[in-house]
């Protein structure tokens, strides 16, 4: 029996009284008139992310380099980004450490939470908690009001998880307060995270 296997039993033997799950067909999620404005508003404030509107003619590589132009490794496998290093062609995570910025491409943006959903689409998923500075490109019409909906459209989806089993959610730059109530970013992924909304 492996450990895990002893750890669950373990707790079900010791388990007392169990509950069911509660009745949630009543449960209406939050919807919202304009999910796209609820987005950046929340982007821009709860989830402490800086958002970039791309207009028609924007070039996406002269918008990263205007907002990282101190930005020595930028790090994609995005068509039409000029990296200087591909995830899917590293010999090994470690050698992402080194990125300032990496640039990924969003699936599903969630208005409630400022969350965006990032199915792996790379070989080093490390690009997305590695990089110093994460940018990532998210269309307009990929904004849903609520978790509900981004999780449906997950389970609906025929290309999520064909290539790579991992996917994650990702809302705003990594921060914490635990550490003598002072607060630090970048405590266990990117120091800052910039949004890109196109087309």
């Not at 919807?31 to 028609?56: Q, S």
């Not at 490109?137 to 290309?159: C, P, T």
Request: aromatic share 6%; proline share 4%.
């Amino acid at each position: 029996m492996s450990a895990r296997e002893e750890i669950l039993q373990r707790l079900r033997h010791n388990t007392r009284e169990t509950y069911d799950m509660p009745d949630l067909s009543q449960l209406r999620p939050i919807t919202f008139a304009d999910p796209v404005a609820e987005f950046i508003k929340k982007t821009t404030t709860t989830a402490g992310a800086k958002l970039i509107e791309m207009k028609a003619g924007d070039n996406l590589n002269v918008l990263v380099r205007q907002a990282y132009p101190d930005a020595r490794l930028v790090a994609s496998n995005m068509p039409g980004v000029d990296a200087d290093i591909n995830p899917d062609t590293v010999g090994d995570a470690k050698e992402l450490m080194a990125v300032d910025v990496g640039v990924i491409e969003g699936r599903i943006g969630v208005a409630e939470n400022a969350c965006i959903w990032i199915p792996q689409q790379t070989k080093e998923k490390a690009v997305c908690f590695a990089s110093q500075q994460l940018v990532i490109v998210l269309r307009r019409d990929a904004i849903v009001s609520n978790m509900h909906e981004a999780y449906q459209r997950i389970a609906d989806s025929k290309e999520y998880f064909q290539q790579y089993k991992f996917g994650t959610f990702i809302s705003g730059p990594s921060k914490t307060a635990d550490i003598e109530s002072a607060l630090v970013y970048g405590a266990q992924a990117a120091r800052g995270v910039t949004v890109v909304l196109r087309g």
